[in-house]
Structure formats: C-alpha cells, structure tokens
C-alpha cells in the first residue's frame, strides 16, 4: 500500500500552518518564534560578545555557538532536561547550517550565542529551531548575506512529503517504504544547501525529488520570515 | 576586521565644555522600506554598495537587518539592532570594573573591552599612586576612543569635558539609536537641556548620562529619551518630543 493520503489530509507539497514572531524574549538582542503547526521553536541571540574560555577565541573571526534543548513538558513522555546526545549533536549542526550566511570576520575574538528551545515537539525540530535561529540573529543586527531557511522533507510508503508530523515519522512499511526523514536547510535568496541530514534508506531519485520539493517549501518559509521581520518596526 | 576608512570620523570641534555631542549624520527624510539579510535592494552598476551592503554579482544586497537608503548613487541600510562596535573618536561611557597598575579596565558595553591607560589621564599620575583616588570601582567615565585594536579599545580622557560621574542618572539605550537622540546638530538634546535643565551626555554606546537640578527633570528628561526610542521613527519626531515637554513643563 503507498502513501497517497496523508494522515492530516495535506498534499504532499504543503507544510503545516507556519507562523513566524520576531521579538519575543524582551532581553535578549534578537529573538523569534517558528510554529510548524504544533511544533514550535523559539530562539535567542544574544552578542556578539567577550568570548569566555580565552583559547576558544579566533582572531580572525567571531565565532557562533549553539544551544538547541527541548524543554522537559515539550513531549509526550516527560523528556529528562539538559543536554543530551541527541541534543549535542542538532547544536553543532544548527551552529554549522547557519554559519555560511553570517559576517564573522567583522567580529574578530567575540562569539555569537544562540540558545534554541522546543516548547512544543512534533517533528521537524531542527528545522523550527533554524528557521527560529535566523530569525532571531537578522533581528539581533548581526551581519549577514542571507536568511537560512529549513524544512524537514520525508520519503514515506514510496513517495515524497513535505514537513513530516510525528505519526508519519513513525510510519513504517516493509523494506525500502518506511519513513525517512530528511531535514535540509537552504540559504534563502540563492538556494544553495545549507544542511542535509539523512537517516534511513532513500533511493537517489527520491533524494533529488526531496531536495526539489524542499527547495520549493523554503521559498514559502522566505516569504514569511520577510514579513516578519517587516511587520516589526 | 571592520575597514580603517569607517573608523576616521572627522575630528570634533571641542568648544563648551560639556558640549561633546558628535553630529550623528542624520537626516529627516522621507519614509524607509524595512529591508532583511540578503535581499536585494538594487541591480545594476549604477548603483554603490555602502554601509551594511554588499555586491554580489550584479545585484546589491543587505547584509543586515534595517532601514533602506538610497542617496543618489550610494545605497545603505541604517541598522535598527545589534550591539555597539567602538570606532575611533567616539565619545562613550563606561564603568570602571578594574584597576591595573597602570590602567583602568572600562565596561563601554561592547564585544571588546576598554582600557583607560594612566599616561592618558588628565595632569599627571605616577605609577605609585592610589590609582582608585582618580577613577575609583564602579565609578561612570566619559571617555573618548583613541583607537580600536584586534582585541580592545584604547580610551582617553585628556581633553576638556571627560571626566568621571559624580551625581546625576544613567540611562542605557540601544546604541543604534543614539543618532535619534542627539538629532540633527544636536537639536534633539539640546531641546531636552533647554526644558528640563539638566545637563545631559550621551554617549556613542548608548549610555546617556543626565544631571539636573532636581530629581523631577531628570525624570523628565529620561521620559522624553524613551520616547525617542519607542518612536524612533515617526516623522517630525523633534516636534512630537517639544510638545510633550511644553505639556510636562506647563503644569509646574
């Protein structure tokens, strides 16, 4: 049986209500929120600033440093807070997606903290918290020649969906059909990849296929990180 | 590395003694798009990437988030956000936060810090005396930026008018918007003095410093400095803020 229908009724190249807020943690130098559908990121930028041990500072550019977590109430099961594995790892790629687009040699010896968390889990994290993480450092001045844009493609039942929920990330079928998830992450205004991350089995036209309709969602995920940004003034 | 050429500013005329204000530049004119990282605000060799643009390729683009500006050729975009950078010959405030033996370490709230060095001192300060009875811990300075080197900023505070703090407020603002709060030839402070009386420095990173008579005018003038921030971008905003201090001022 193929995955023709989703389990929302969605089309396999629609995301989930997106919304986007900028501002959102008063103290901080840059903040945003990132809603796909019930998953929702919020992100704070603060610097650049003193950097803090010494031997970590570049002095030919600033550094960024990320911090993704999900908040303990953001899951099902109570999730045990602080850092894990897991959360390690989506740190260090969140920091590495969104390092090509920053101006760091302006900044020589300081760093740039990102601190992303998850209030509410439903698939496609990551890419809440990048989308949120770009939001929030165009918002805190930091310089920048592009916006970075993410969305979670997925190869389920033998076609491609875009923007996975939790129920299709768990969908499973015999051999090659079961669900993979493909986070990526483009540079907004000339598209070039940013992040690809892939665990599971994916046939090569597949992964093409994924890349094109990812392609074609960050185009939608541009449009509302412009407007807001705009409607902030 | 930020380009040399952006940190000459001209050099100030220091006449009054308080009165340290750089001109910021700034000019009321008409309404500006918002613009966001990577958009592309112009096409074409016609037109000059400048401050916080970038050319790539045939296009310009922001390279940060704010305000577009086209004048003529030269395009830029006034940045709405983001921390103060220190140039040469800005007039800033800071906190002492340390003393060596033959400096101070001044907090300027910025990425770098400060350090204020005896030698550039007012009169003469020997190496064995009580550098604390000068600029003691937590005391505010008035400082100027000699310059700006990889890792820290040189301060000095030998001309006429720096000075550390004694009485009076502190008021932190974001360092962006400190061109709105001088205005154009210092009408916008210069309009606050003159209603309130108070004696006010405001300085490049943000922190303005204010002493009035009474407790009630500096107040009053950190009122009216908010409202600047908040309204930032109104048009006639110079107008907006006398009206508000005729209207405090009237009912005494």
């Not at chain 1, 165009?138 to 039942?157: E, F, K, R």
């Not at chain 1, 094109?212 to 185009?219: L, N, T, V």
């Not at chain 2, 303005?208 to 009053?220: A, D, V």
Request: aromatic share 6%.
């Amino acid at each position: 049986m193929a995955y023709t229908k989703r389990f929302d009724g969605r089309k396999a190249d629609q995301m989930r209500e997106v919304e986007a807020k900028v501002g959102v943690v008063p103290r901080a130098d840059g903040s945003a929120m990132f809603k796909f559908g019930d998953t929702i990121a919020i992100a704070a930028v603060y610097g650049p600033r003193h950097l803090h041990p010494q031997f970590l500072q570049d002095p030919q550019q600033g550094i960024i440093r990320c911090s993704y977590d999900m908040i303990s109430f953001s899951v099902t099961e109570r999730k045990r807070p602080g850092p894990a594995r897991r959360s390690q790892e989506i740190s260090d790629v969140t920091a590495r997606s969104l390092e090509p687009v920053l101006l760091l040699s302006q900044f020589p010896n300081t760093v740039i903290d990102v601190f992303i968390n998850i209030v509410q889990a439903d698939a496609g994290t990551r890419c809440a918290g990048i989308n949120a993480a770009s939001l929030a450092l165009a918002h805190a001045g930091i310089p920048m020649t592009d916006l970075v844009g993410a969305i979670s493609v997925g190869s389920l039942g033998g076609s491609v969906v875009v923007d996975l929920t939790k129920e299709e990330e768990d969908y499973e079928e015999d051999g090659e059909k079961a669900a993979t998830d493909i986070p990526m992450a483009f540079t907004l205004r000339d598209k070039k990849i940013s992040l690809l991350q892939l665990d599971g089995k994916v046939k090569p036209e597949d992964l093409k296929k994924a890349i094109e309709a990812g392609r074609k969602a960050s185009e939608a995920i541009y449009e509302i990180q412009k407007e807001a940004l705009r409607g902030l003034k | 590395m930020i380009k040399k050429q952006e940190f000459d500013e001209q050099p100030q005329e220091m006449d009054g003694g308080m009165d340290i204000h750089q001109d910021a530049g700034y000019e009321e004119k008409k309404e500006r798009r918002i613009v966001v990282p990577g958009e592309v605000i112009a096409t074409g060799q016609n037109f000059l990437p400048g401050e916080n643009t970038k050319r790539d390729g045939q296009n310009i683009i922001a390279t940060r988030f704010g305000l577009l500006d086209i004048e003529e050729r030269l395009t830029k975009v006034i940045p709405l956000s983001g921390t103060y950078i220190p140039r040469r010959g800005n007039v800033v405030i800071g906190k002492v936060i340390d003393i060596t033996y033959n400096g101070w370490l001044i907090d300027i709230d910025s990425p770098y810090s400060a350090f204020l060095p005896i030698i550039e001192c007012k009169g003469f300060v020997s190496k064995k005396d009580d550098l604390s009875l000068i600029y003691n811990y937590g005391e505010m300075v008035i400082a100027k930026v000699l310059g700006v080197k990889g890792k820290g900023v040189d301060l000095t505070t030998r001309e006429r008018g720096f000075h550390n703090l004694e009485e009076g407020m502190i008021v932190r603002v974001n360092s962006n918007k400190v061109p709105r709060v001088i205005g154009k030839q210092g009408s916008m402070v210069n309009l606050i003095k003159e209603y309130t009386g108070c004696n006010i420095v405001v300085g490049q990173n943000g922190l303005i410093w204010i002493k009035g008579e009474n407790i009630e005018s500096e107040l009053l003038a950190r009122e009216a400095i908010k409202m600047i921030t908040e309204k930032s971008f109104v048009e006639g905003l110079t107008d907006k803020v006398k009206e508000f201090l005729e209207a405090k001022t009237k009912d005494k």
